[in-house]
């Protein structure tokens, strides 16, 4: 995955937040940080931090991943599994 950081900071239900545009209206989306690690507009290559994982909602440690395109959230599995 690579892409520049389109948002971040903190964001009701997600917690401290970092969306990934990886074009082609494909967005990644890594909430409940503790902290992110990247600077805004910066371009984030396989392999970069974004973030340390927080809690999540249920107290635990842990992180918020969703994947969407076209604006609609989409199993992240499948796109996962793509190759470069």
């Known amino acids: 995955m690579t892409g520049p950081w389109r948002s971040g900071g903190p964001f009701t239900g997600y917690g401290n937040l970092v969306i990934l545009d990886h074009g082609g209206q494909t967005f990644s989306l890594y909430g409940q940080l503790a902290a992110p690690q990247v600077e805004r507009g910066a371009r984030i290559d396989r392999g970069n931090v974004v973030g340390t994982a927080g809690r999540i909602l249920a107290g635990i440690p842990g992180m918020y ?7 609609k959230p989409v199993d992240p599995l499948e796109w996962l599994k793509k190759t470069p």
């Open 65 to 71: 991943f969703e994947m969407r395109v076209d604006g």
